[in-house]
């Protein structure tokens, strides 16, 4: 699988300054965004996957950063965080919340600032990984809220052939199996994908 996740990176430090800020990102496990953390002072990175952290804390120590971060496992809409910060970021995982609109409440409480960085409203990678539903639910509660900023981009997921595109959404269910069959004879696959940033900016009318 190839994603140009250089240029994600890029895109998200340039739409918000991370620069010598107190970081709390929640589900940053995985380590495909690592390169963000050279930015902030510090980070609390908040994954309920150990296997994640473990690849993030890899990660980490390959680029040099072990002395930044914290890594934390939990569920982070039940978990007692142990620290304010000045910024939070949701990591590609809002829409995996189960209450996006109260992980979004919890997160104002201990940052005045939330970058949510996620799939995008109008991505074909949604479809084929069975996240519609949820995407849009996540991006419902920003809106609820009201977005100080927002930009919308383009990217794209590229496979080799069915087997590898197979490996990666394998996990999603029987239903994402069905709807990438349709690639089954190809090679060189690529699949179009929108990701979107927003920044809330708190305090915010938290009952609305």
Request: aromatic fraction near 10%; hydrophobic fraction near 45%; proline fraction near 3%.
């Amino acid at each position: 699988m190839a994603t140009d996740y250089a240029l994600m990176i890029r895109n998200l430090l340039s739409f918000y300054d991370f620069n010598d800020k107190t970081m709390i990102a929640i589900g940053a496990g995985g380590g495909q965004f690592v390169a963000y953390g050279h930015a902030p002072r510090r980070i609390v990175a908040i994954d309920q996957d150990a296997a994640a952290l473990d690849q993030l804390r890899r990660a980490v120590a390959e680029n040099g950063m072990s002395g930044k971060f914290e890594l934390v496992q939990g569920d982070f809409l039940t978990m007692d965080v142990p620290l304010r910060g000045d910024v939070v970021l949701f990591d590609f995982c809002l829409h995996e919340m189960a209450d996006p609109a109260l992980a979004l409440r919890r997160a104002g409480r201990l940052a005045p600032d939330v970058v949510v960085f996620d799939h995008g409203r109008t991505s074909r990678w949604t479809h084929y990984v069975v996240e519609e539903e949820k995407v849009k639910l996540a991006w419902e509660a920003v809106e609820r809220l009201g977005a100080a900023r927002s930009k919308e981009y383009s990217a794209e997921h590229k496979f080799r052939d069915h087997a590898e595109l197979l490996a990666k959404v394998r996990v999603q269910g029987d239903v994402a199996l069905q709807r990438i069959e349709k690639f089954r004879s190809q090679t060189n696959i690529t699949i179009p994908l929108t990701y979107e940033l927003a920044l809330v900016r708190f305090p915010v009318r938290l009952e609305r």
